[in-house]
Every structure is written in C-alpha cells, then in structure tokens.
C-alpha cells in the first residue's frame, strides 16, 4: 500500500477537548454517560420498530435504520475519545486515523441517504395518502436504505483511496478529538488539491443533493397541509413531520457549521463537531419518542406486555 511506502510518520497526536487533567475527567464521566444513553436510546428503539407489529410501515422501516447507523456513527468517535480522556499517550496510528475517517464517511453519508428516504415517505404519506401503500411498497423501501448504505460507502471509498496516498512527514498533532479529512490534509506535505476537489464534490452531490430532495419534498409538504380545510388536519399533517423535520435541521445545521469553519481546533469548532458526531445520534431517538404518539404508545405496549410476563415468570 502506498501508505506503508511513503508515510513517514506512525502515528498523530490528538489534542483532544482538554489538557486539563480535572476537567478531563469531568469531560470522561459526561461523555460515558452521553454514549451509554445513546447505545441504549436507539437500541430500544431498533427494537421496538422490528418488534411491535404496529410500528411496521415504512417510517419506522427508515427509523429503525437510523437508530442502528446513529450507534454506529457515535461508536466511531466516543470510544477513543474515552481512552484519550483516560491516557497520557493520546494517540491514534496513521492507519487506524484513516479507518476512523472512512467509517465517519460512511455513516455520515448513510444519514444524509436515510434522511432523504423519510423525507420521500413523509412526502408520499401527506401528499398521496390514497395511494401510500402502493408507492411506498416493501421492495422501494428496500432499495432506498441500500440505496443509502451504498451512497455511504461510495462516498466514503471515493474519500479515502486518495487520503491512503498523501504523506504525513511534518507536523503530526491533530487540534481535534477524533480524525475527519479537514484536520488531516493541514498535516500532508503531498499536494491535497485533489483530495479537497474530491470531497468537495462529494459533498456537493451528496450533501446539496440531499437537501434538494428534502426542501423539494417539504415544499411540496407545505403546499398540501395549508390546502387542508380545518385546523385540526393541517396540525395532524405537520405532527407526522415534525420529528423528522427536526431531526434534519439538527443533522445539517451542525454539518454545514463543522465543515464551514476553517480547521484551527478552536472552542467553537469542537462544539459544532461535537454537536455534529456525538450530540445527534443521543437527541435522535428522543425526538422520536417524545414527539412522537406512535412510539409512546407503542413503548407503553411493550412495558406493559413486559410487566405481565414478569410474575407469570416468577410464578414458574
């Protein structure tokens, strides 16, 4: 591999949020805690959508997804985060920088593919209501979540077979808690100007795509629920978006503000990152539970079954 030949530098140093022994400390115990929360929030709730029958339709489909890719998207970064906070070493290797990279890509990219799903089945739902079972049948919700993973991973295999040919042989400290391509390409003395064309493209594609197909889908959204005669209607048409909605500003807020900003390690770029790859996948599963009367309900249903099998258990 061209990384093994030419690289001159085993290993980068990251600066983390901190260098202050107690705060990172404090810094340890709140971020455990932020991803034991998250683990668990979109574990409940990928299971309760495969395992409550009433929760079978396509929103949850997509759903169910994003609970699996928000663990796997804080997974990514908290866990070394973790050891960095607990080490005096706080280092990654070149290697395993680029393997953060890739995955921060793939599962980036995926949510960016799943958002735009649920904002075409929010679209099909409000917007031809009489023909939803039709349009949003098994086989297209099917194509549209590989359709997602499969963007993730194009995206990001497109990204990184560049990134394994630059040489890292001058400064090796990364102002940051975790590798993403923007902190990387400062530290290469290669020419980067292809890697920057590259994922500026990518993003273009992926990114602004994406949010053509969801202000395309809104719009068309926002001309159906005012055209609705009562009051009442148009407030339940918005509710079954409102998650979802938020979900997305949230998602491309915190994006477009972490890669907007110029790399330089400062306070104001590490909460953006912070909000972008750590913070989303814990609100996620909460904007779904506590705006949704679905999922509430469908929690009370479980916990309830739950709690009935329990002394039929003890008894036994």
């Not at 866990?79 to 980036?108: E, H, M």
């Amino acid at each position: 591999m061209a990384l093994d030949n030419h690289s001159t530098i085993n290993e980068f140093i990251l600066l983390g949020l901190s260098s202050d022994p107690h705060i990172q400390t404090l810094l340890f115990v709140l971020f455990l805690q932020i991803y034991l929360l998250t683990v668990t929030g979109n574990l409940m709730m990928l299971v309760l959508t495969r395992t409550d029958s009433h929760l079978h339709t396509p929103m949850y489909f997509f759903l169910s997804h994003l609970s699996f890719l928000d663990i796997c998207f804080s997974s990514v970064t908290v866990p070394k985060l973790l050891d960095n906070l607990l080490s005096q070493k706080k280092t990654i290797s070149v290697k395993g920088c680029l393997a953060q990279v890739f995955f921060l890509l793939v599962t980036g990219a995926t949510e960016v593919g799943l958002l735009s799903a649920m904002a075409y089945d929010r679209f099909a739902a409000i917007c031809h209501p009489l023909h939803y079972g039709q349009v949003m049948n098994s086989l297209l919700c099917k194509g549209l979540a590989c359709g997602s993973w499969g963007l993730g991973f194009f995206v990001a295999l497109l990204n990184i077979f560049p990134a394994m040919n630059l040489d890292f042989c001058g400064d090796y400290i990364i102002p940051h808690y975790s590798c993403e391509l923007p902190s990387l390409f400062p530290l290469s003395c290669s020419d980067v100007s292809s890697n920057l064309i590259v994922l500026l493209c990518a993003g273009l594609l992926g990114g602004l795509g994406s949010c053509f197909l969801i202000f395309y889908s809104y719009a068309r959204i926002g001309s159906t629920i005012l055209r609705i005669a009562s009051s009442s209607g148009r407030s339940k048409a918005f509710s079954t978006c409102s998650s979802h909605l938020t979900a997305v500003l949230l998602y491309y807020g915190s994006a477009f503000l972490r890669y907007l900003m110029p790399t330089s390690g400062s306070p104001l770029e590490l909460i953006f990152s912070v909000q972008y790859s750590v913070a989303n996948s814990l609100v996620n599963p909460l904007i779904y539970s506590l705006k949704n009367n679905e999922v509430k309900t469908a929690m009370k249903r479980t916990l309830r079954k739950y709690l009935q099998y329990l002394p039929t258990k003890h008894r036994g």
